[in-house]
């Protein structure tokens, strides 16, 4: 892929990925081909969360089948629970979303497969939104740390850091802090 070619795919918040879905008239779901690869079997979620908004679009796993709307909710609530990040995934021409895959980090190859420097072998675009976390409402807890598969939240001794750098806007951070001292904002 050439540096300036556009990614297939992006991160949004599990909001954004239901305005998708809602967007969608029709759904097909199949296994998640990373999930089918990890011959230990996922520890976050079942196998078939690739969710697709076009027949014609191609999956990495096997067993794809058209859903209705109902399932494609399901997915998305399995999502939510399960803490599962949503990358949607543009079509070969890169103009629009064509489906949703719901990544973790036990399975999902951009989480999983580095180049020699610990960086993520396949290309991705950070979300529309960045986390704001107010520190001295923190408890430096640590509860967001491990739900932040892109080493953006980190407890160094007894105090957690943010590189916002690394952060995609996932939003996954959000939700499992007790103290509510994270928020999302627009990336600039």
Same mark, same amino acid.
């Given at each position: ?18 305005e998708?879905? @809602? @967007?969608? /008239? ?7 081909g990373?999930?089918e ?10 196998? /078939? ?6 027949e014609?679009?191609s ?15 399901a997915?998305?609530?399995?999502a ?12 070969e021409?890169? /103009? ?8 973790? /980090? ?21 979300g529309?939104?960045?986390e ?32 916002r ?24």
């Amino acid at each position: 892929m050439s540096e300036k070619e556009t990614p297939i795919h992006y991160v949004c918040t599990h909001a954004r990925a239901r305005e998708l879905i @809602a @967007a969608n /008239d029709r759904f097909w779901v199949s296994n998640c081909g990373c999930r089918e690869r990890n011959t230990q079997g996922c520890k976050r979620s079942r196998v /078939d969360v690739c969710l697709m908004f076009r027949e014609d679009e191609s999956s990495s796993g096997s067993g794809r089948k058209q859903i209705g709307r109902s399932e494609a909710e399901a997915i998305m609530k399995e999502a939510q629970e399960k803490r599962l990040v949503a990358r949607p995934f543009r079509n070969e021409a890169r /103009d629009q979303t064509a489906g949703i895959c719901f990544c973790c /980090d036990d399975c999902c190859g951009y989480f999983i497969d580095k180049d020699e420097q610990g960086n993520a072998k396949y290309a991705c675009d950070q979300g529309e939104m960045i986390e704001t976390t107010t520190i001295a409402d923190c408890t430096h807890c640590g509860e967001c740390e491990p739900v932040c598969y892109f080493y953006a939240r980190k407890m160094q001794g007894d105090k957690l850091t943010v590189d916002r750098a690394l952060c995609f806007g996932c939003g996954l951070c959000v939700g499992a802090c007790p103290t509510h001292c994270i928020t999302l904002a627009a990336r600039k």
